[in-house]
């Protein structure tokens, strides 16, 4: 289906150059009207730029086209507004990471960068005006985001998102697992791999099933019980009702790490040693970067 259109030319007679009649609904550059060139850009967006060219039997360069003018316009107008609970992380696009910035509290992405460097950052906030409306801010335990916490919201207080935390001791369990393939044959190897999802999971969520398989697991490699347990306790920090409560529970926890785990689960002890008033400042304020981790 096309449409076909008698278009007025005129010519001017002091210059000679050639006008054309302005057509109100057309987009004369893509030869199309401005209602398809509008429905395309929003397939653009909620579609690949593949699907939306193949639904709409067009090429996928119009897509792309259309789609980069389109954002142009959108974002030209854009500015950022910081919420009371900021929640920044990364996203590796194209080998690179990506600044992402979203409100906790509401669920909403904020905002985008092509870059982490703390230059470029301290840049891009220095240029939002409502920075004093940020009182807490959600991130990893990447330094540069705390250094640039501290630097752009100096009245903000850093708490630290708990997954980031709690994962340190899944680590710990895959240290010790790999560990014990060294005297094991190739048999009992591919065994003892096959049941890491079960050393990962929390404990009282497993089925009956998954229970009886921990028990003869554990019957065969002590160390494997040793390891999951403390796992068990440095989950069980957050289980804490109160700031106090988590502090305590922090203590009994580090002072129970047995001398041969020190290694493995380094990265946990560590991460309470050097994080602990931010790790521990969720009992304060309970939010996470979950959200932005979800978002990317």
Request: charged share 30%; proline share 3%; glycine share 4%.
């Amino acid at each position: 289906t096309w449409i076909e259109i008698k278009r007025q030319r005129f010519k001017c007679a002091q210059c000679g150059a050639t006008h054309y009649e302005k057509l109100t609904d057309i987009d004369a550059d893509r030869r199309m009207t401005l209602r398809f060139r509008e429905h395309l850009e929003r397939q653009s967006v909620e579609h690949s730029f593949t699907t939306a060219a193949t639904i709409n039997g067009v090429h996928e360069t119009l897509i792309r086209r259309l789609f980069d003018d389109y954002s142009e316009r959108a974002l030209k107008q854009y500015v950022p507004k910081l919420p009371r609970v900021l929640g920044m992380d990364e996203i590796y696009l194209h080998r690179k990471a990506r600044f992402v910035i979203g409100d906790v509290e509401n669920g909403l992405m904020i905002d985008m960068q092509p870059s982490r460097r703390d230059a470029d950052l301290r840049a891009y906030f220095d240029g939002l005006l409502d920075r004093d409306r940020v009182e807490v801010v959600c991130q990893d335990m990447w330094k540069g985001y705390h250094t640039l916490t501290k630097a752009m919201f100096p009245r903000a207080v850093t708490v630290i998102d708990k997954y980031h935390v709690q994962r340190t001791a899944n680590y710990g369990m895959e240290v010790v697992r790999k560990a014990l393939y060294l005297g094991l044959s190739n048999k009992d190897r591919v065994a003892l791999k096959r049941k890491r999802a079960l050393f990962l999971a929390r404990q009282g969520g497993e089925t009956a099933a998954a229970q009886v398989a921990l028990i003869r697991v554990f019957a065969s490699y002590p160390a494997m019980q040793r390891a999951y347990d403390l796992k068990e306790r440095f989950y069980d920090i957050y289980a804490a009702e109160s700031r106090a409560e988590a502090e305590g529970a922090t203590d009994r926890w580090l002072a129970s790490v047995p001398s041969e785990f020190e290694r493995p689960f380094k990265p946990s002890i560590d991460a309470l040693r050097n994080w602990r008033p931010h790790i521990l400042r969720y009992f304060e304020h309970r939010y996470t970067s979950g959200y932005v981790e979800r978002l990317n």
